[in-house]
């Protein structure tokens, strides 16, 4: 099957063109300012942007945590992210306490197998550390598993910083990279159990239990370990001036540090989890939601290159979910839905609003994340010999984000209300119409990605 893009304007991270992509079978075939092949059906862009299809390197999908499991499975989760312009995410398979990287990886390929809608590759959770586990890692890359996820914060999770640096040094032998949530641990027990002495329960409590200098901190550290290790590191959805403050000065002292960021610490305020009636349950995720402040340094950040994706961390609950922990803050389950607005937010008040421009998109959505995470060459912009995953925005026009609207299985919308610049007309996945106006066509239809060594040179 051949398909002819008319008139497209092409937006890559390095420029855009106006053109016509013709896509053969999964892949784009050829580039040009004007394409004749008379047997190709052909699809008018005229007036359309056209976008690679977004990687979300960050998501939770069929997650268990806190006492239950994430609402968005691999099914509803992917059908979300497509619906959004996002063609491929990549998960954290989560091996059990105990358990081998190969069971962790082998049950993540259960859960997504025959039900992702969207092409999808795994991180690997490291959350033990002793010589079997490192003697596996050389599998886990051999498996297309490149990129690595640890936690300074959770008992359940966190593994200590001497088995994070011998972690790091180990991966960065072996050309690997990790992600890691920095919190400090200590800190945060110490302000949870003062605010449950107090009675202070409320989700209102939150934001106080995990404040900026505790991300801060643990961020500092990190790189610190990193700089020992000689090894490149990525600080995941980071949040606040002060954790920007530490990158900075690694960056001044040569080190790689990459930057991750989420939709909700651009757009939404801690003053949220003040809101009446449990209603700021429903945006508790960690870190938490930082100030007005910050929201501006990361805006700072994504323009002048210092952050280099924009994931979401879409770990969803439902509205009873977050119910769990209406007598107790901390245990409500943290985390928002974010898959499915993540492009349209982004253009909006990104774009749209002047604070980035529509390459920048690209590159924080697509171009970034398939370097650093192994997939450039197949995915992350509308070149030849890539695959044809397109999405066509119309950015004339205004409509509302509703939660009533969304496919996500989550009841509530964290930006309810939300007035959107412009919409998503079409989304294909290599080379097959999937997604229009608002509809998403297929179900299914995801393959695994196995992923090549990070590209550093971001």
Request: net charge neutral.
């Amino acid at each position: 099957m051949k398909t002819l893009f008319r008139n497209a304007t092409v937006v890559n991270a390095d420029g855009s063109r106006k053109c016509d992509v013709l896509v053969c079978g999964e892949k784009i075939k050829l580039i040009r300012e004007r394409i004749e092949i008379p047997e190709a059906r052909v699809v008018e862009c005229e007036g359309l942007l056209m976008f690679p299809g977004a990687i979300d390197a960050h998501t939770h999908f069929d997650l268990d945590v806190a006492g239950t499991t994430t609402a968005d499975d691999f099914r509803t989760g992917s059908r979300a992210a497509l619906r959004g312009g996002t063609t491929a995410v990549i998960d954290f398979a989560c091996p059990n306490k105990g358990e081998s990287l190969q069971q962790g990886l082998e049950l993540w390929h259960r859960k997504a197998a025959g039900k992702a809608a969207c092409d999808y590759g795994f991180h690997m959770t490291i959350d033990d550390w002793n010589e079997s586990i490192r003697g596996e890692l050389p599998a886990m890359i051999a498996q297309g598993v490149t990129s690595f996820k640890m936690y300074l914060t959770y008992p359940a999770m966190m593994i200590g910083d001497q088995a994070v640096f011998e972690a790091l040094r180990e991966l960065n032998r072996l050309g690997a990279i990790a992600g890691v949530h920095c919190e400090n641990a200590g800190v945060i027990d110490a302000l949870i159990a003062a605010r449950k002495r107090a009675g202070e329960l409320s989700p209102a409590s939150h934001p106080l239990c995990r404040p900026a200098l505790a991300e801060a901190e643990a961020v500092g550290r990190l790189l610190k370990l990193a700089a020992l290790a000689d090894a490149p590191v990525i600080t995941v959805h980071t949040t606040c001036r002060e954790a920007m403050a530490e990158i900075e000065a690694a960056r001044a002292r040569g080190q790689r540090v990459f930057v991750e960021t989420c939709p909700q610490y651009l757009l939404l305020e801690d003053r949220y989890y003040s809101l009446p009636d449990f209603a700021g349950a429903r945006y508790v995720c960690a870190p938490p939601l930082r100030k007005p402040l910050d929201q501006a340094r990361l805006w700072r950040g994504l323009a002048a290159g210092e952050i280099q994706t924009l994931n979401t961390d879409h770990c969803s609950f439902t509205l009873a979910q977050k119910d769990l922990g209406r007598a107790d803050f901390s245990k409500i389950p943290g985390g928002l839905p974010g898959v499915e607005t993540r492009l349209e937010l982004l253009y909006t008040y990104g774009v749209a609003a002047g604070r980035i421009t529509r390459e920048k998109l690209v590159e924080l959505l697509s171009a970034n994340n398939a370097r650093l995470y192994g997939l450039w060459g197949r995915k992350g912009a509308v070149r030849e010999g890539f695959d044809a995953d397109l999405v066509l925005y119309d950015p004339k026009g205004e409509h509302a984000l509703h939660a009533a609207e969304l496919i996500a299985n989550v009841d509530y919308n964290p930006y309810e209300g939300f007035p959107i610049t412009g919409s998503i007309r079409q989304v294909w996945l290599r080379g097959r119409l999937r997604v229009e106006a608002g509809r998403v066509l297929e179900e299914g239809g995801g393959v695994y990605l196995p992923r090549a060594l990070p590209d550093l040179s971001l």
